[in-house]
């Protein structure tokens, strides 16, 4: 997945559409993704000027690092446990007899509340994916209804959907405060908060761009050669990159592609209008 390939691959993957004539001719060839050019330029030289240092990272970043692999890695299993959980309850109801068209209903109530945007949510960076676990501990509060919902839905474990929800929940608490302890530790190493945020940002404008690349090569009329030289370096470095982060050696577990919940189906990673920009894939 892109959102799991490292600064270095960012910058060695789209320097060639820039620094290789060759391959720079070859892009602006292609109509659909030509005019995207001067963006690539920008993003290219944003995430240069956040290239990590020689000096790597302290040894106590990276247990950091990989205690935020775990908790994230647990975050996303929870959120997927609970959206099939629900849509799992949705089939047992329409598979009753008569079907139970009430109970399907309510279920694509749940999952149109818990998941606004599919499963989505678990592609998202470690702060978005607090931040939408605090928005739905509010909204148990605040709809008695739903929590009430997912507590008549059996879990393993003698237990129901609203403990996996709960635990869901507190597994994007430790999200943020293992973030939070990041941020202190980069600060106590003079690494200057503005820093962070300025190599978050490059980030999310590499992926955009390069997802909007990827997303009208795909519709494009270009030779299938010509598409194959532009994306297959991106593609190959973004699956060893997801696994990768599935063996834990520098991510969590990869999420998984679109699929189509009760309610509302997931965002592709790489969507986008033909001449746009795709949404973050952080």
């Known amino acids: 997945m892109l959102k799991h390939l490292m600064i270095e691959e960012m ?10 004539a060759q391959r720079k001719r070859l ?21 240069l000027a956040v290239r990590p240092s020689k000096t790597g990272v302290s040894a106590g970043m ?3 690092n990989d205690e935020l692999v775990k908790v994230d890695e647990r975050h996303d299993h929870l959120a997927k446990a609970v959206s099939y959980g629900i849509d799992a309850h949705r089939e047992h109801c329409l598979a009753e007899e008569p079907p139970d068209v009430g109970g399907a209903e309510a279920c694509d109530r749940a999952q149109a509340s818990l998941f606004p945007t599919g499963l989505a949510i678990i592609k998202a960076s470690p702060t978005a994916e607090s931040g939408n676990t605090a928005r739905i501990a509010l909204l148990l509060d605040e709809e008695p209804a739903t929590a009430a919902f997912l507590k008549a839905i059996p ?10 929800v709960q635990r869901w929940i507190a597994s994007g608490k430790e999200l943020a405060a293992i973030e939070h302890r990041r941020d202190a530790l980069a600060a106590k190493e003079k690494t200057a908060p503005v820093v962070n945020a300025t190599i978050l940002a490059a980030r999310n404008q590499w992926l955009r761009v390069v997802a909007a690349v990827l997303s009208n ?7 299938a050669e010509a ?27 990869g999420a998984e592609g679109p699929r189509q919940p009760a309610a509302a189906g997931e965002g592709g990673a790489a969507a986008g209008g033909a001449a746009g920009v795709s949404p973050p894939v952080e």
């Open 11 to 20: 910058v060695a993957l789209v320097a060639p559409w820039i620094e290789d």
């Open 27 to 47: 892009f602006l060839s292609i109509p659909e993704i030509a005019g995207l050019h001067d963006k690539v330029v920008e993003v290219h030289g944003a995430v």
């Open 62 to 64: 990276t247990a950091l």
């Open 155 to 164: 879990a393993p474990g003698k237990t129901t959907l609203l403990h996996t």
């Open 217 to 223: 090569l795909e519709i494009s009329s270009a030779p």
């Open 227 to 253: 598409i194959e030289t532009i994306r297959g370096p991106i593609l190959k470095a973004s699956e060893r990159a997801g696994r990768r982060y599935a063996s834990g050696k520098t991510g969590g577990a």
